[in-house]
């Protein structure tokens, strides 16, 4: 059974840095498809990054130079460094990982920005 746990969110001021972990388990294949997203209060989920197999990656829209995803292919373990955290930041923040025609969400991590 394939299960996601995210870690690293918090409070933090405008301007500063988070970085959030997604640890997974019951995962088979190497190098799935991983990616973070989020979903602030009263809005839709939305991608804010994904990895690929390869290591290429694609960044959702204005988080591209602030927001780095990464992964960890020995312990299959997809991050996201957040710097410059602006509080239109703020939303739980879900990882996903995509295997073939499966997707698989954590319970996310609230991740709330103050100005």
């Known amino acids: 059974q394939v299960q996601l746990v995210e870690s690293g969110g918090g409070l933090v001021q405008a301007g500063g840095s988070l970085k959030l972990s997604c640890a997974t388990s019951?995962?088979?294949?190497?190098?799935?498809?991983m990616g973070w997203y989020r979903q602030a209060p009263g809005k839709q989920r939305e991608m804010v990054a994904i990895?690929?197999?390869?290591?290429?990656?694609n960044y959702g829209g204005s988080e591209e130079g602030r927001f780095t995803i990464s992964r960890d292919n020995a312990k299959k373990m997809v991050y996201l460094q957040m710097n410059r955290l602006k509080p239109e930041d703020t939303a739980v923040y879900y990882c996903?990982?995509?295997?073939?025609?499966?997707?698989?969400w954590g319970q996310g991590t609230q991740v709330t920005v103050s100005s």
């Open positions: 990895i690929f197999s390869a290591g290429s990656t």
């Open positions: 996903q990982v995509v295997i073939g025609v499966d997707t698989y």
């Open positions: 019951g995962i088979i294949v190497s190098r799935p498809i």
